[in-house]
Nanobody, 117 residues
């Protein structure tokens, strides 16, 4: 059974930092590209950051220079370090694992991030 379990969300003041973690089980982690998405009420889920099996990263323009995605294949975990948080970063953040060559994709349950004073 595949599980992606996010943690690290919460309430933070503007300008603050949070680190999200996503622990994967049931997959061969180092064969998957990993991503973080977010969704605000009434909107679709948007890509925040991604990291390939080989470590290549990609970021949404809105988070470039503030967020950093990384992975630890030994721990089957992907991270999202979020700095200089803004109220508009408030959303539910979802972890995604994709292995496009075999058309497999899995999602976590999401973790709430709220940026507010």
């Amino acid at each position: 059974q595949v599980q992606l379990v996010e943690s690290g969300g919460g309430l933070v003041q503007p300008g603050g930092s949070l680190r999200l973690s996503c622990a994967a089980s049931g997959i061969t982690f180092n064969t998957y590209d990993m991503s973080w998405y977010r969704r605000t009420p009434g909107k679709q889920r948007d890509l925040v950051a991604s990291i390939t099996r080989g470590g290549t990263t990609n970021y949404a323009d809105s988070v470039k220079g503030r967020f950093a995605i990384s992975r630890d294949n030994a721990k089957n975990t992907v991270y999202l370090q979020m700095n200089s948080l803004k109220p508009e970063d408030t959303a539910v953040y979802y972890c995604n694992a994709e292995r496009s060559i075999v058309a497999l994709q899995f999602w976590g349950q999401g973790t709430q991030v709220t940026v507010s004073s």
